[in-house]
């Protein structure tokens, strides 16, 4: 396997060193996988998330809307594909949740294509939801930069009232790795799982999760997507030439090195620094880590849209991008990446989760014996992989 053969190299590189446990070399090794995650991520994981996503939303757009020019025609099928993404999402979730108790001491083969197909009917319907909330905001309240402005504003001071604004976040500062866990334990605002909740409680989180924050997060991105186009960044990139893509790359690129720079220092604010201080600082980070997201997402799909085999016709341009974005992801093990859920912020504010090589040691699987002298006795002594 590839992702395999990939790890093998990344241990012949990094994991020389395992047997030396001086603090120096422990930090250098460990800044050595942090910059590896985070490349792999931006040159890697995320162009593929936001080709499978270029190919997809613009199949179902022109799918959709092909005979409808004005945006004030298009709200029916905007409904119609919004409803039915976000129903076919909350199912995949419920299903989700459901197999995990069968699947758990089932094979690795028989888990393996259960969960490629249940994150690829996620990601697609996902998108599916997504086109149809676009859609629905150009229709109401239109792209006038107040109604643009409004949404924006409304929809973030919700999520930072309910504690969710992070859910904004994506790649190139998030990723979703493919283990068993991961897959079968999807997000939900509540944190309420089968196993320990009574199954409407869960129903009823999942439905709260999609209809009420995940449309938030896109009326954030459809805002401030829409703002950039049409008024911050004016002229559109995307709609003029390829020597202005770049400008959201490297606004975003800019963004991510100043997030990995304050991270820590968010994370690490005390109770004596004073709760204004701290929230004010998760806020604001958390917001430069949308942007980040953002101008990466705009930017590299502006770029797609010249490099990615251009002379190709367009429904074979992105059919090509939907599979190899998926495919691409599948073999890295991370394709649940593609997916977009939405959960309460933690306690304790991380806005980086980019780790990729750092998870595995030897072999490929996450090493459960590193730093073993250093275990207390409340450390559990036998863990999951």
Request: hydrophobic share 45%; with cysteine.
């Amino acid at each position: 396997m590839i992702q395999n053969l990939l790890i093998k190299i990344y241990n012949k590189l990094i994991i020389g060193t395992k047997n030396k446990s001086t603090p120096s070399t422990m930090s250098l090794r460990s800044t050595i996988q942090s910059t590896l995650d985070l490349g792999f991520s931006l040159l890697c994981l995320g162009p593929l998330t936001v080709l499978f996503w270029r190919g997809t939303f613009n199949a179902i757009t022109d799918i959709a809307f092909r005979d409808l020019p004005t945006f004030s025609s298009r709200w029916y099928p905007a409904l119609i594909l919004y409803l039915i993404g976000t129903t076919m999402k909350i199912l995949v979730d419920l299903t989700k949740h459901s197999l995990r108790s069968i699947l758990i001491n089932k094979g690795p083969c028989l888990q393996s294509f259960s969960s490629m197909i249940l994150v690829y009917l996620d990601a697609f319907f996902g998108v599916v939801m997504w086109v149809g909330g676009f859609n629905l905001l150009y229709v109401f309240p239109g792209l006038h930069w107040y109604g643009l402005t409004g949404v924006l504003l409304v929809a973030s001071s919700i999520l930072m009232v309910i504690k969710a604004f992070n859910s904004t976040g994506s790649v190139p500062l998030g990723i979703s790795t493919d283990e068993f866990e991961n897959v079968y334990n999807p997000n939900n605002y509540f944190g309420t799982k089968f196993e320990n909740s009574c199954s409407y409680k869960v129903i009823l989180d999942t439905i709260f999760s999609y209809t009420v924050v995940h449309t938030l997060v896109i009326c954030c991105w459809w805002g401030m997507w829409e703002l950039e186009n049409r008024y911050i960044l004016f002229p559109c990139e995307i709609t003029v030439k390829d020597i202005q893509a770049w400008d959201s790359v490297i606004i975003s690129y800019f963004l991510v090195f100043v997030v990995v720079a304050i991270n820590n220092s968010v994370k690490e604010m005390r109770e004596e620094d004073g709760q204004f201080s701290k929230t004010a600082a998760a806020t604001f980070t958390a917001f430069l880590a949308f942007l980040a997201a953002l101008n990466f997402w705009r930017g590299i799909w502006s770029l797609m849209d010249f490099y990615f085999f251009p002379s190709m016709s367009l429904w074979n341009n992105l059919l090509l991008s939907h599979v190899v974005g998926f495919l691409g992801t599948y073999i890295a093990g991370s394709s649940l990446t593609l997916t977009q859920s939405s959960e309460k912020d933690s306690n304790t504010p991380d806005f980086l989760s980019f780790q990729y090589w750092s998870k595995y040691g030897a072999c490929g699987k996450k090493n459960l014996y590193e730093d073993l002298d250093q275990h207390s006795e409340t450390t559990p002594l036998v863990n999951e992989v």
